[in-house]
């Protein structure tokens, strides 16, 4: 049974930084992507960046979406199964619960939210201004 955990969101003041984890287990697929999701109220879900990787050799690449401008990475512990979303220079408008995802390497949209099929619950990011 494939489990994904979120954790690592909180509050925090306009400017600062957050690390959010992935906690993944269960996942069997040799090469997947693993996304990170964001939603705010009122708004659907969208795509923040993924992290696509092979499991048996160990590559990896990530991609984000263009608002991200270079300020959130991606990174993973492969011994512990966890994928790091890190946030920099934190805007209002990134507040929103932010989720991962996973799904086999062969989706057509590895950032739309349609193309996953297994989700965590989400952890809450708060920005104030």
């Known amino acids: 049974q494939v489990q994904l955990v979120e954790s690592g969101g909180g509050s925090v003041q306009a400017g600062g930084s957050l690390r959010l984890s992935c906690a993944a287990s269960?996942?069997?697929?040799?090469?997947?992507?693993v996304g990170w999701f964001r939603q705010a109220p009122g708004k659907e879900r969208e795509g923040v960046g993924t992290?696509?990787?092979?499991?048996?050799?160990?590559?990896?690449?990530?991609s984000f979406a263009d608002f991200v401008k270079g300020r959130f990475t991606i990174s993973r512990d492969k011994v512990n199964n966890v994928v790091y979303l890190q946030l920099n220079h934190l805007k209002p408008e990134d507040t929103a619960v932010y989720y991962c995802?996973?799904?086999?390497?062969?989706?057509?949209?590895?950032?739309?939210?349609?193309?996953?099929?297994?989700w965590g619950l989400g952890t809450q990011v708060i920005v104030s201004s």
């Open positions: 992290l696509w990787s092979d499991t048996y050799t160990g590559e990896g690449t990530s």
């Open positions: 995802a996973a799904a086999p390497d062969w989706i057509q949209s590895p950032l739309s939210a349609h193309a996953y099929h297994h």
């Open positions: 269960g996942l069997t697929y040799r090469r997947l992507y």
